[in-house]
Each structure stands twice: as structure tokens, then as C-alpha cells.
């Protein structure tokens, strides 16, 4: 079992910056790929990025790409996700998950553990 608790969403002016945390508890954590996905309203989840707890494999959408960063701190058992650059069209709820690595790559497969979600609200 593994439990995920978001927190840093907010709204923010076009351009701006937020650092998303998502704080995870529970066993056997280096068997997960650890992802930070989102859903806009009338629109279904979308992948935003991914990340081992190893650092070795990461991932981002290409929306993203170049404006999000997707970090770890082992010690604190702590994933983030620090957003720049923000876009209207990044306004969404942010899930923080986890996925059992043979159940995917983070990009694609099937998240076993959810956050309860965070709002990112970006105004023009």
C-alpha cells in the first residue's frame, strides 16, 4: 500500500511559477515509476511526467517539455513537480500517482496509487 498527498496548487498569472509536492508514504517505494498526471475540466487525465525513484528514467509530454521539471528527494520520500512558464492551458487538477514499474512506463500503463489531487489554476 502506498499513500500520496499533494499539495502546492494554487492560481497564478500567466507566466508564472508553482512547485507542486507530493509526499509518499508506504513499503517498497523503489518499485514504483512515480508520475504527476493531470485533468482539465471536459477533458480526460492526461500524462504530464514521470519519474524512478532511481532518476534514471524521465519522462515528460511534450506540452510540457522544456517548462516542467519532475524531481525527487529520496530522504523525504518526496516527489515534485516544479511548473514555469505557466499557460492557461495548464489549468487542471494535478494527480500525483504511483505505478508499479511492470505496469508501465510512467507514459503509459496503469497507475495503482492516487493522490487525492491538487488544483493549478492559471489566469490570462
Known amino acids: 500500500q502506498v499513500q500520496l498527498v499533494e499539495s502546492g496548487g494554487g492560481l497564478v498569472q500567466c507566466g508564472g511559477s508553482l512547485r507542486l509536492s507530493c509526499a509518499v508514504s508506504?513499503?517498497?517505494?523503489?518499485?514504483?515509476?512515480m508520475g504527476w498526471l493531470r485533468q482539465a475540466p471536459g477533458k480526460e487525465r492526461e500524462f504530464v511526467a514521470a519519474t524512478s525513484w532511481g532518476g534514471g528514467s524521465i519522462d515528460y509530454a511534450d506540452s510540457v517539455k522544456g517548462r516542467f521539471t519532475i524531481s525527487r528527494e529520496n530522504a523525504k520520500n518526496t516527489v515534485y513537480l516544479q511548473m514555469n512558464s505557466l499557460k492557461p492551458e495548464d489549468t487542471a487538477i494535478y494527480y500525483c500517482?504511483?505505478?508499479?514499474?511492470?505496469?508501465?512506463?510512467?507514459?503509459?500503463?496503469?497507475?495503482?496509487?492516487w493522490g487525492q489531487g491538487t488544483q493549478v489554476t492559471v489566469s490570462s
Open positions: 500517482a504511483a505505478q508499479n514499474r511492470y505496469s508501465g512506463s510512467g507514459r503509459h500503463g496503469r497507475y495503482d496509487y
Open positions: 508506504g513499503r517498497f517505494l523503489s518499485r514504483y515509476i
